[in-house]
């Protein structure tokens, strides 16, 4: 052979090597068979799909919505009733479809402990001669129907729940709102409110606490009307509201819930299980210990002098339903994204709560249609609620987190709360994010055009929201202040009881807008699809908003590697509450009973918790920077961020407020702005001496900062 | 070219490609970057390594133990006294060694309260004439010298620890252990006991009750004597006793906490701090309300007829510290195992608690070892605690639960104790182990020559153990009956507040061989070096087993991939516990009482429980099988099993009871064998007939079992 055969045959067979070489290295994967690497190397570290996460966006239609709210909103669907009994088997129907269904369902059934009136003798205020017997005046049996939408056989007659039976009857005396301070002034006037109807409006406390207060200066009765300067911007004549507008028509009465806690009444803190031992009904603390019964404005403009309350309520325990729908985690099915919003209404409760049912279905239908097309399946598990019961008290979601109590603890991530989802049409209304704990990095609501809008703002309902509505286009900057929730729907349990951090979605209202102190046919007949329709959304597009911006923190939540909470805001608010101690008189009044010792450990323990949160924020972006971290490393990141909010948690910290148990939100019944149980020992030390009490919540609250802070703290 | 040339070409140029293509798959690593497996893929799976377990068995010297105690006995080292503080500078010293140290310390200091006898006027316990001044007689100051050893100028004479100040006198009463029982019969027997000063024995009641009950009798104070019947077999003779024999000496005397809870008194939920807020002095439950006084037995036969009680204790605050070792996982850094002892002792200290102390040590010095030699590194961290001040109510372990309360209550995997790690010499102990829940999977104590011995038993303190000694070779097999732990050591605030699976190692007395109630030198002067080495362990080969099975179970809650923790153990337990209460007069007045509805869902809660942790073992079994499991399925598995365990507590059960919330293993003063809620309900519910409180705890035991049971349930 010469020597370019040779050569040649050489540099061939080299080529043959290196291309087998080549072949045998980037071509051949390494099986899962010791030497090579497992399958689930790949998907372990899987971060969220932004292009899919488009296409959910992509398919979140309006129109959808919209025929949603039309099904649910058909008839009145009080809790445990036929109406309600239908929305369970639509749920079920709807989760279970093989093309746009879940994982899995389930129905949670529970005993509640309800309230309602007696259809055979309905409640009434009568007006009669005082001293004599002629019922000069009954009020009506219920609103006026205005549309056909409204019209039902089931449509129940307005009372307060709770409220025992009686007929009390004595001299009409207005007590304001019936706060506390309303009836110590009407006393202080010298009035005699023993053995008096109070008339009280709507606002400024809790439906409860208005017969609550009354009984304990010996008001004999309560009755509550809606103000039109509270509700209607002063409107109040017919041709002025629904069906012209979305003002509440004179014969309007808003039905309500008249308990001041939440949960199953008869079994708080278990489950309301056959097995559950139910306690006395006269152990049952903050209902209305004297017949009370709502009326619409109308019907107080009549009322004169003496009058009688006839209330024929009962209390019943019926079966109220969760239904519950799954969809199982790829990598981390031990971690629960919650997503949810009740099911029963007071009478057709098209706003109230069914726009946020027609929102949370169009989600679950493309979730839904993805998951079973096999286009997706998230990282952690998600969970959805439809809620029963919530208008009573909202029984069942609190039920829900004491059946689960330990499991949800452990594993949940947060809860997604998309109640009434949009409050009022534009340019009434504002996008608004009320939570708990941690910024979603969204920088927008999505609006019915696809196009970016303003940012969700972090407001609660009770304050004035100076930001434009979704129609403008201008985006908006961080820092938000974050919003506070409350105990206003169905998040209540979950954040204060189980201390995991929960958001709460929707547009709400628009202050420099209206006065409105909710949207006017809220809890009345009048809350109908027609309502909804052409006052509410025309066109659906603020509820296609809201199921977008809903669906997108829901899918960061389930997909994202490393969980998009932004642990560092807490320590803004730690700051803001710490501020409103540290200055003025409530700074003095410390000083003045030797609490000084007790704001500095408090400012020391803030200090940490925003070093170790900015130390945590700097060693999650080294990790990102990691081209393969390990699943162990970020489970534990993602842990911290998880369960720092369980950090706030103190079970002893407010022994008389069931279920509060969180030490930045429970709930406070003083107006300081400081941390809400140091507010109420404050503003109770003023009047009894007891700085005891101060000195104890300064401790509480510094504990639970310097939790927090070694939740997030280096681990090891 | 020939066919044959050709045909060589080709096979040479495939045998290249082939070559190639092999060297390329095999021989060529993938890197870290994109398609290659990441490192931690090895690493993240790797399970307990036996043949480094075996070394570290071997290494563990019962010579070095020895040294250990001589070291940590030297001197008295009650909390808070200088002997303790001297401690604190060894633990660091051993922990921070560049050779056998750890990877980090740190001290942790509380402030405690804290009770001390007055050194300038000595407690005693004086005799006069009934109505007159003379005193006949005085107890002694201290016990008698009777070694070298125990000589010391800081041994604290005896004293009830927190019994307030005071000098009442009156005539001697015998009441028997003190218990309220005892009291009522005297009174019963028309006994006045007004003013009177109570004799009473140690055990069968807490100390502290024995003046709580006298207290509400009207007893004016309370001398408490060591009976010999109940710690010496009845030997009572100078020469039957120390140094002659294990025996307490007549001079002797047990001094202790008369405290009926544990945790600092003054900070209960909180750590005591400096910015802690703290309850008052009378604010304070369950300690003397009258002046006590521990005598010897000696005294106690002198005491005749009218005595006076002087009583000089003084409360006071001062810092105690912690010492805190750590050791970093490799793996899993946010998953703990702790491993903790006392550091304080009464006087000497060589039993209780040096003996453990010294075990630790050697524990530790083995592990720092294998670790500064880069040998090893956990996979889970390790936490080693040395507890200050436990003699006057477990105040250290109690106040780092509180502190660290989120912290460790979501990341620990277990809490091994070992206090008293030997109980007296053989053939009079017994290998035990007390535990809350789910076998460790090791076979056997290993006795100090290497060989196996009987397997650990689990027994509580008072109960028999019919089982042989570590001399027997003979292998005992499981099942055995879970033991039940108390709070009797630092264990406690770790089940019973933050429910976290514990467990308490040692060689405990044989009851078929002595009647002693604990070691006879007990918190008194003679527990020193020389009593343990001559008395209770020569040769320290029982101490060596204990480091050896204690150090095992360490590795293996540590090392093992899988959690190496029985779940179906608990399935057991509840099956026992439900048998007590489903049975004989118990169900009868269950029926009676029409309380039959809540054993049901009871046992279906229980059959629920039994089977899902079936289940979850198969899936356990399975997984194992897998080559290489996905280390986040791994790590949802081991946290089911720990958090088992933290299903079953429940704040609310016993608002009564400070820090008790493990529904299964909570205190309780019913002798009824079952769940302790309900047996004290039940016990309550015939002498008061409310059997509400039955209901109740009915409802409070299936929820438990029912959310354990969740809690094991396949996820999603």
Redesign the interface.
């Known amino acids: 052979m010469s020597w370019l055969k040779i050569l040649g ?1 050489v540099i ?3 080529l ?11 071509a ?1 994967p ?1 099986g ?7 399958s ?2 790949q998907t ?1 570290g899987r971060d969220l799909n932004e292009s899919l996460l488009q296409s959910f966006m992509d398919q979140v239609e309006s129109e959808k919505i919209r025929e949603n709210l039309k099904a649910l909103a058909s008839q009145p669907h009080m809790a445990t009733t036929k109406g309600d009994e239908e929305l369970v088997k639509l749920l079920l129907r709807r989760w279970q479809d093989p093309q746009i269904g879940l ?1 899995s369902t389930s129905e949670d059934v529970y005993g509640a402990f309800l309230s309602f009136p007696d259809p055979q003798r309905p409640n009434s205020v009568a007006v009669g001669v005082p001293g004599g017997g002629i019922k000069i005046f009954t009020t009506r049996r219920s609103e006026k129907n205005v549309t056909a939408d409204q019209a039902h056989a089931d449509v129940v007659q307005p009372y307060a729940a709770y409220a025992p039976p009686g007929n009390p009857r004595g001299r009409l005396i207005y007590a304001n709102q019936g706060k506390r301070s309303d009836y110590q002034e009407l006393f202080n006037m010298g009035i005699n409110l023993n053995g008096t109807i109070a008339i009280t409006r709507y606002g400024g406390t809790g439906r409860a606490d208005k017969a609550v207060n009354g009984a304990e200066f010996g008001v004999a009765g309560v009755v509550v009307y809606t103000d039109p300067a509270d509700i209607n911007d002063r409107r109040a004549s017919e041709e002025e509201t629904y069906p012209n507008s979305w003002y509440m028509p004179p014969s309007g009465v808003e039905r309500g819930s008249y308990n001041g806690y939440f949960g199953d009444l008869l079994t708080p ?3 309301a ?5 139910r306690i ?1 009904e006269s152990e049952i603390q903050g209902i209305p210990p004297i017949p009370t019964q709502p009326i619409g404005f109308e019907d107080a403009q009549t009322l004169i002098c003496d009058v009688q309350v006839n209330v024929h309520n009962q209390r019943v325990i019926k079966n109220s339903s969760n239904v519950m729908g ?1 969809i ?2 790829s ?4 971690r629960y994204v919650l997503y949810g919003n009740h099911r029963d209404s007071w009478v057709h409760g098209a706003i109230d709560p069914s726009s946020g049912t027609a929102v949370m279905l169009e989600i679950t239908r493309v979730l839904g249609k993805m998951l079973k097309e096999g286009k997706w399946r998230p990282r952690r ?1 998600i969970i959805f609620g439809s809620w029963g019961a919530e208008e009573f008290g909202l029984i069942g979601s609190t039920e829900y987190t ?6 949800l603890r ?2 949940s991530v947060a809860y997604i709360n998309v109640d009434i989802s949009v409050f009022g049409e534009r340019p009434f209304v504002l996008p608004a994010l009320l939570r708990s704990c941690c910024t979603i990095p969204i920088s927008a609501f999505t609006a019915g055009d696809g196009k970016l809008c303003s940012p969700p703002r972090d407001v609660s309902h009770s304050r004035p929201s100076p930001l434009p509505g979704p129609e403008s286009l201008t985006p908006l900057h961080p820092p938000y202040s974050l919003g506070s929730l409350g105990a206003g729907s169905d998040y209540a349990s979950f954040i204060h009881y189980l201390g995991i951090t929960s958001m709460d979605i929707a547009y709400t209202y628009d202050r420099n807008k209206t006065s409105a102190r909710i949207y006017p046919a809220y809890h009345t007949a009048f809350d109908t699809f027609d309502y909804a329709d052409r006052f509410i959304d025309p066109g659906f597009t603020s509820h296609q908003a809201v199921a977008r911006t809903a669906g997108n923190v829901l899918l960061r939540l389930a997909d994202s590697l490393v969980l998009p909470l932004n642990v560092s805001d807490y320590g803004e608010k730690l700051d803001e509450l710490y501020s409103a101690a540290a200055q003025g008189d409530f700074l003095d009044k410390l000083n003045a009973n030797n609490l000084s ?2 704001t500095d ?2 400012k020391a323990a803030i200090d940490r918790f925003k070093s170790v949160a900015a130390d945590f924020n700097q060693r999650i972006t080294k990790l990102k920077k990691e ?2 971290p ?3 490393q970020i ?2 990141v993602n ?2 961020i998880m ?1 720092l909010e ?2 706030f ?1 103190n ?2 910290a407010f022994p008389n407020k069931y279920y509060y148990s969180h030490v930045i939100w429970a709930s406070k019944s003083s107006d300081q702005a400081t941390f809400p149980g140091l507010a109420d020992a404050y503003t109770n030390a003023l009047e009894t001496g007891d700085w ?1 009490q101060v ?2 919540h ?3 609250v ?2 639970a900062v ?3 802070a ?2 997030l703290e280096a ?2």
Chains 1, 2 share one sequence.
């Open positions: 045959a061939v067979g080299a043959l090597l290196t291309v087998g070489i080549l072949l045998g290295h980037f051949i390494k899962g068979n010791g030497s090579g690497a497992p689930w190397v372990v994982d803190y278990y489950p299980k056959e097995f559950t031992y006395k799954f199982r985690g990598e981390e099915p031990d598990s004491e059946e689960f109590y330990s499991k452990e594993r010792l007790g450990p408090l081209e393969s390990s699943p162990l489970r534990m842990d911290q369960l369980r950090a948690l079970p002893q005891d000195r104890k300064l401790t509480i510094v504990q310097e939790s927090a070694s939740t681990v090891a």
